[in-house]
């Protein structure tokens, strides 16, 4: 019989709502979950190898999200007056807080299964 794998890695279920959160909303994008995971597919990577990589990561997601509100009508501030780079950039921000957020959760569910595992051995 097998043992599960002592280094197995926790992901989060990605957030619905994060602080810093105001102008994003993932629900215009139809299913949000397969969404996220056509644009992180390797959810584990971005999560749980530091943050070094998280401007790049929030930069794909926001043209992404642009490019999907082209397709669709999806409103963004510069259809009420912010410029194009300003909408982009507050995009960035708030997935750049989107994963910092999901990061924090899929930590803090690591920390809580570590827990159970050595309280229950």
């Known amino acids: 019989m097998n043992e599960t794998n002592s280094d197995e890695r926790t992901i989060a279920h990605w957030p619905s709502n994060w602080p810093g959160r105001q102008v994003l909303d993932l629900d215009n ?5 397969i969404w996220i995971e056509e644009h992180i597919p390797f959810a584990e990577e971005v999560l749980l190898h530091g943050t070094d990589n998280d401007f790049i990561n929030a930069e794909a997601l926001a ?22 780079e ?14 910092c957020e999901w990061r924090k959760q899929t930590l803090a569910e690591q920390v809580g299964f570590q827990k159970k595992r050595t309280d229950h051995p």
């Not at 994008?29 to 979950?33: E, H, I, Q, R």
């Not at 300003?86 to 989107?98: G, H, N, P, Y």
């Open 29 to 33: 994008l139809g299913d949000p979950g």
């Open 63 to 84: 043209d992404a999200y642009i490019a999907a509100a082209c397709g669709t009508y999806i409103p963004l501030p510069s259809e009420f007056g912010a410029s194009d």
């Open 86 to 99: 300003e909408t982009r950039t507050m995009l960035i921000e708030e997935f750049i807080d989107f994963i």
